[in-house]
């Protein structure tokens, strides 16, 4: 059963099953799950198209606009912005649609947002302000599609099958970022940098098309979307959801020291970034997701999701900023061994809680 959830078993993935995870004879979760295939097929081809996004922005505004470094400091900074300012209520307006209908709404509106400096660049009008507009708004449109495709999840896979399903979309993530920067730079040199844009515009209109085929829409039943401590349906008090997702996870132990963790450590990630990549990121994605996904009920699992994005990436934007400040103060060996101390510190929060014991999915 989906925490927090009582709808029957016709109406969850794979019913009651209680299958041993990764038994024998196991069927691969893209197999398995149809509507979570759509799902994760989507998300790869617009990840890939935004690959070449990541290398072609940058190229845009200093090669043909010739920015400044303050700008380009202002460009990286606005693509965090919506996380801060509407990472928690992203999660409460979430809750009020289907989910389906969320996913394939934000990619729509990356269609345009991404079209428009190709199509600017070509009539000689494109300006930095537009670039500013559009990574703004994009990370918007972005926000509230990482909410409700994490949120979508259970929905589409049975509760068993959740670390498979966040392990393949991790793996993807992995896989297509370390080759979409390739393919992105192939694409400047052949077309130039802002027309290259238009090839992410182009996979948010496949992965809107693949995404609307899901068959499940995501909606919430009455009685999953109605709050915990009071029995009543969202709507009328957006704070008071807002702190009601803040208690589902920091009332929960296990999440409380996850989301803590995680916290801390983006605070320090951003100097020790290319030190990072690799495995562990991935490694620690895949089971914090499972964990809200089947601790978290589903009435409140969006506003939690939103409580991440807020968390983690408000932790790296403040991260960046104390990190220079830093630099300029205490030099950059001792700014890398505070930094280290600090993701240390973020790995004692975990060994310090229930986290420690854990060795299988936990209940509900």
């Not at 004879?25 to 990541?54: I, K, Q």
Request: hydrophobic content about 50%; glycine content about 12%; aromatic content about 4%.
């Amino acid at each position: 059963m989906l925490p927090g959830g009582d709808a029957s078993e016709a109406e969850r993935p794979g019913g009651a099953s209680e299958r041993p995870v990764g038994g024998a004879g196991e069927r691969p979760v893209l197999a398995e799950c149809p509507d979570f295939l759509r799902l994760f097929a989507g998300n790869t081809v617009s990840l890939l198209g935004s690959s070449v996004t990541t290398v072609a922005l940058p190229l845009t505004a200093v090669v043909h606009l010739g920015a400044s470094a303050g700008e380009m400091g202002v460009l990286g900074t606005l693509a965090l912005v919506p996380h801060l300012v509407l990472g928690l209520p992203a999660g409460v307006w979430v809750d009020r649609l289907p989910y389906r209908r969320v996913v394939v709404l934000a990619d729509a509106v990356r269609v345009v947002l991404l079209g428009a400096p190709p199509l600017l660049a070509v009539l000689g009008a494109l300006r930095m302000w537009h670039l500013y507009v559009v990574v703004t708004l994009a990370g918007v449109a972005g926000l509230f599609e990482s909410v409700a495709a994490q949120s979508f999840t259970p929905k589409l896979v049975p509760r068993d099958r959740l670390p498979a399903a966040n392990s393949t979309l991790m793996l993807s993530n992995a896989t297509v970022g370390t080759t979409g920067s390739a393919v992105g730079g192939l694409l400047v040199s052949a077309l130039t940098a802002p027309v290259a844009i238009a090839v992410d515009a182009a996979s948010f209109a496949v992965s809107a098309l693949v995404k609307s085929r899901i068959r499940t829409d995501g909606r919430l039943p009455e009685a999953e979307r109605r709050t915990p401590e009071r029995g009543r349906l969202p709507g009328a008090r957006p704070a008071k959801e807002i702190g009601e997702g803040l208690r589902a996870v920091f009332g929960h132990p296990v999440m409380r020291a996850v989301f803590l963790a995680a916290t801390v450590g983006a605070f320090a990630v951003l100097l020790l970034a290319q030190v990072l990549k690799g495995a562990g990121p991935s490694l620690y994605g895949v089971n914090q997701q499972t964990f809200r996904q089947i601790l978290i009920p589903a009435g409140l699992l969006s506003r939690a999701n939103a409580t991440w994005r807020f968390l983690a990436y408000g932790g790296q934007s403040l991260g960046a900023l104390a990190g220079g400040a830093a630099g300029a103060l205490l030099g950059l060996k001792a700014t890398l061994v505070v930094t280290s101390c600090l993701m240390l510190a973020g790995t004692g929060i975990g060994l310090f809680s229930p986290v420690r014991g854990l060795r299988r999915l936990p209940d509900g």
